[in-house]
């Protein structure tokens, strides 16, 4: 993929990876950090086939908040239910604040019955039960229940924020679609094949690494949605 999101400023440390070794969780000798295996509350992110994709999670509540009450939501606007132990995975060590991610959209047998999400996470961490970071994520799904959303962890399990959120089509991807995030200071971009559908400010993590990550509560779909591309560059 060619860096559409070039950020100004000293080119601190890059990855990049097309998922081709199967791995359970993800690790990629030893660079990753998973969720479950890690962070301990959380589910881990797995790679088979050429791609990554979140392991099933416990799937005992589902996802219900007020931001997204269209889908059959009934959480009231200060209330959360759910499990919420998505599969994420951090790469470890230390990365610019400055953070331009992209990654390839992989979706087969898309369903509006469950939220299919392929999240990239930007200036995040994860350790034993906590996981805090910028989650900038999208539904896989081009019907009118679509959307796209950026949300802050603020580190315990079902605790975080919505920082900005648009629904329709044009907010959802397909497979192939190229994503983006983006993190220069305080501002946050989203990006679907070069095209910015979300922006917003925010303080609160000025510094962590970049990932991936997913929904919980998705079943046996999970297999059906990732990513088959992943790359970053940091900068400060």
Request: glycine share 12%; charged share 25%; hydrophobic share 35%.
């Amino acid at each position: 993929m060619t860096n559409t999101r070039a950020i100004e400023g000293t080119l601190v440390r890059s990855y990049s990876t097309r998922f081709e070794t199967d791995e359970e969780p993800i690790s990629d000798g030893g660079q990753w950090l998973n969720g479950r295996t890690d962070g301990i509350d959380w589910c881990d992110v797995l790679v088979r086939d050429g791609h990554a994709f979140g392991e099933v999670s416990r799937m005992n509540s589902a996802e219900r908040r007020a931001e997204q009450a269209f889908g059959g939501g009934t959480a009231s606007a200060d209330e959360v239910a759910g499990d919420y132990d998505d599969p994420a995975a951090v790469l470890a060590g230390a990365w610019g604040k400055n953070q331009s991610a992209r990654a390839t959209v992989y979706s087969v047998n898309p369903t509006d019955d469950y939220f299919q999400e392929v999240e990239i996470r930007l200036r995040s961490s994860i350790k034993a039960h906590w996981c805090d970071g910028y989650e900038v994520f999208w539904r896989c799904s081009k019907s009118e229940a679509a959307y796209a959303e950026i949300v802050r962890w603020n580190g315990k399990i079902a605790d975080f924020t919505s920082l900005a959120r648009r629904m329709g089509p044009e907010c959802g991807v397909k497979h192939g679609d190229i994503v983006e995030a983006t993190i220069v200071g305080n501002v946050i971009r989203s990006f679907i094949n070069g095209v910015e559908v979300l922006s917003v400010t925010d303080d609160a993590f000025p510094a962590g690494g970049p990932g991936v990550g997913f929904n919980f509560f998705v079943g046996n779909t999970n297999v059906d949605h990732g990513f088959s591309s992943f790359e970053v560059d940091t900068y400060d």
